[in-house]
């Protein structure tokens, strides 16, 4: 008689094969721990499906899109800025407090809030490079300070067509999940060309 052995699928014991089945799913104990086992695969790829469906499901609301779009935006804002800086030879400054980035981190603010105006909310024209926690957060985005930041930054003339924009673009918008992705997908493609520029400035 044989001695070799092998591991039950189920209760993962090894056995002398002659003393178990063999099914398609492999060596068990019995015919209850091949069930058992079968069962369990079952229940496995369900949920893997169910998964699978309710990721797909997500993705196609547009809560879900929003969520995943906003912070790709909100990165290619902020190399957006700090590249604008650069080309000009400058210093990278907070739009509303026009000071550099001290002891603070950047951030992508907004003149009109996401939850005050959604139309603008993936519009440059609306965002700019501003301190995270002393003036966006401590100061909910300092927006008299970013309305005279605008106005220093690019002039009176220009700085009040700016606002009048962001103010006046108030109208509702019917987002589509599909734009959504193809705008991330578009922002995404962006970042990777300024952040590869970036290293090269470095590098050289």
């Known amino acids: 008689m044989s001695n070799s052995k092998r591991m039950c699928r189920y209760c993962k014991e ?13 060596y068990f104990c019995d ?61 990278p400054k907070c739009i509303s407090c026009q000071k550099p ?20 909310r993936y519009d440059p024209k609306n965002s700019y490079l501003q301190h995270n926690r002393s003036c966006n957060m401590a100061k909910s985005g300092d927006i008299e300070g970013y309305k005279r930041g605008l106005k220093i930054r690019f002039g009176d003339v220009e700085g009040s067509k700016i ?3 962001c103010e006046s673009e108030s109208s509702p918008i019917k987002w589509a999940w599909q734009d959504l992705e193809i705008m991330r997908a578009a922002f995404n ?3 990777r060309q300024l952040e590869k520029l970036h290293q090269q400035r470095v590098g050289g």
């Not at 056995?15 to 492999?26: D, P, S």
């Not at 499906?49 to 995943?68: C, F, I, Y």
């Not at 907004?110 to 105006?117: D, E, F, I, R, Y």
């Open 189 to 191: 493609e962006e970042i």
């Open 163 to 165: 606002i009048e924009y």
């Open 14 to 26: 090894y056995k002398c094969v002659e003393f178990m089945i063999t099914v398609n799913l492999g």
């Open 101 to 120: 980035i001290g002891g603070d981190v950047w951030c992508n603010g907004h003149l009109k809030t996401v939850g005050s105006n959604s139309r603008l």
């Open 31 to 91: 015919f209850d721990h091949a069930a058992k086992h079968g069962m369990k695969k079952a229940r496995e790829k369900s949920n893997s499906a169910s998964g699978k469906a309710v990721k797909e499901l997500n993705k196609s609301t547009l809560r879900w899109q929003h969520k995943a779009t906003q912070p790709v935006f909100n990165k290619l804002r902020r190399l957006q800025e700090l590249n604008w800086f650069y080309e000009k030879g400058l210093e």
